[in-house]
Each structure stands twice: as C-alpha cells, then as structure tokens.
Nanobody, 117 residues
Framework: QVQLVESGGGLVQPGGSLRLSCTAS????????MGWYRQAPGKQREFVAS???????RYADSVEGRFTISRDNAKNAVYLQMNNLQPEDTAVYFC???????????WGQGTQVTVSS
C-alpha cells in the first residue's frame, strides 16, 4: 500500500508564501499522476493542481499564476509552491496520487494551511 506523507503547512500572513511537500513510500506505478486537493471548513474537497510525469501541469482557476506544482520522480515526490496566499486559501491540503494503469487513488493525511493576519 502506497503511503503519502505531506509536510510544509502552517500559518502565514496574506501575501506570504509556503511550500508543501509530499513523498510517496514507493513509486505509484509506471504511469502516475501526483497532485494536490484542499478542503476548507464546511466545504467539499476541491482540486488544486496536478501533474502527470513531465507533462504540463493543471491548475484550478483560483490558484493559476500563484501556485506552482513540481515533481521529483527520482524521489517519488511532489511539491506545491504557494505564493501570494490569501485568506480564502485557508484549508487542509491533501496530497493525491493515482496509478493511471490500475486507476487506483492514494491520499495523504493532510496538512493545514492557514492564511491570516
């Protein structure tokens, strides 16, 4: 069973930056997607960003231009650089990985990001 471990959350002021990291315990299949979702209090979990291998990344409209997703395939890791954070970005951020061949999803335990002055 693949385990995803996130780190890097915390409290930041509006306009600040944070970098989230997620490392998988093993490679998620020969073809995989890795990315991030978030869930704010009282809201459904929503897509943030994802990347399949070295292909172009995908972003939610709400974070386009502020967040950058990157991967280190040698380390089975995915990162999310978040700049110009706003209070509406406050949420628990979850790492997500999908084995594209088996269509099997894996989730991290989540890391809290709070944007407040």
């Amino acid at each position: 069973q693949v385990q995803l471990v996130e780190s890097g959350g915390g409290l930041v002021q509006p306009g600040g930056s944070l970098r989230l990291s997620c490392t998988a315990s093993e490679r998620v299949g020969s073809s995989n997607l890795m990315g991030w979702y978030r869930q704010a209090p009282g809201k459904q979990r929503e897509f943030v960003a994802s990347r399949i291998g070295g292909r172009d990344p995908r972003y939610a409209d709400s974070v386009e231009g502020r967040f950058t997703i990157s991967r280190d395939n040698a380390k089975n890791a995915v990162y999310l650089q978040m700049n110009n954070l706003q209070p509406e970005d406050t949420a628990v951020y979850f790492c997500h990985a999908r084995n594209l061949f088996l269509v099997r999803d894996y989730w991290g335990q989540g890391t809290q990001v709070t944007v407040s002055s």
